[in-house]
């Protein structure tokens, strides 16, 4: 019983391509992230979803698209790929109100060629 | 603003010695803090946290964390290592970010090797 899951895995493409991410929980929490890792192992927050709504959005290239079509799902959408956005993106999710508490995916490894 | 350092990128230790990975925070307002644990090519696991209350908090795995406001500081420590504890180890700092969500800032991570 995976709790956050993400597709796909790994995702290697070509420059200047779209692709796709998705993310879902099964637990029942109300606030979904992305968070982006690069290749020194930093952590940082792009989006977060509360029910469907963007709370918040760090700043991101406007390449990047969040989509939340219920409280159990965020994918991620990324135009016009560039070498830089090569990176391990993580999915997480939190109960309302528990402070800081966030269950992650596994991850999606994406290296643009 | 709110922020966390890690002040060691690496730590190697051996089997069953203690360790203690440091982390400050800076904020000029109540703290939440947070170590988490990355296990390799796996998503982040929650170890620890300190929200209020007792300065000492005791985690998942052995782990165990004290709150120092005075040096602010919240160094994570087990008094005896597993080669199954290697792993990235990540402080971090929670803040309010609106409908009921807490965003969190992590610190560059620490990467704990328990030599055999």
């Known amino acids: 019983d995976t709790a956050v899951s993400q597709t796909p895995k790994y995702l290697v493409t070509q420059m200047g391509n779209d692709k796709s991410i998705k993310c879902e929980q099964n637990?029942?929490?109300?606030?979904m992230y992305w968070y982006k890792q690069d290749s020194k192992k930093f952590l940082k927050i792009m989006f977060s979803?509360?029910?469907?709504?963007?709370?918040i959005n760090e700043t991101v290239p406007n390449r990047f698209s969040p989509k939340s079509p219920d409280k159990a799902h965020l994918n991620l959408h990324i135009n016009s790929l560039e070498l830089g956005d090569s990176a391990v993106y993580f999915c997480a999710s939190s109960p309302q109100g528990r402070v800081g508490e966030q269950f992650f995916g596994p991850g999606t490894r994406l290296t643009v060629l | 603003a709110q922020s966390v350092t890690q002040l060691d990128s690496q730590v190697p230790v051996f089997e069953e010695a203690p360790v203690e990975l440091r982390c400050n925070y800076s904020s000029s307002v109540s703290v939440y803090l947070f170590w988490y644990v990355q296990y390799p090519n796996q998503g982040l696991q929650l170890l620890l946290k300190?929200?209020?209350?007792?300065?000492l908090v005791k985690g998942i795995n052995g782990f165990e964390a004290e709150f120092n406001k005075s040096q602010t500081s919240f160094h994570l420590r087990k008094p005896s290592v597993h080669i199954s504890d290697t792993a990235e180890y990540f402080c971090a700092v929670s803040k309010y970010s609106g409908a009921g969500s807490y965003q969190l800032t992590f610190g560059k991570g620490t990467k704990l090797s328990v030599i055999p």
């Open positions: 637990l029942g929490h109300d606030t």
């Open positions: 300190y929200l209020s209350g007792s300065t």
């Open positions: 979803y509360n029910n469907k709504e963007l709370i």
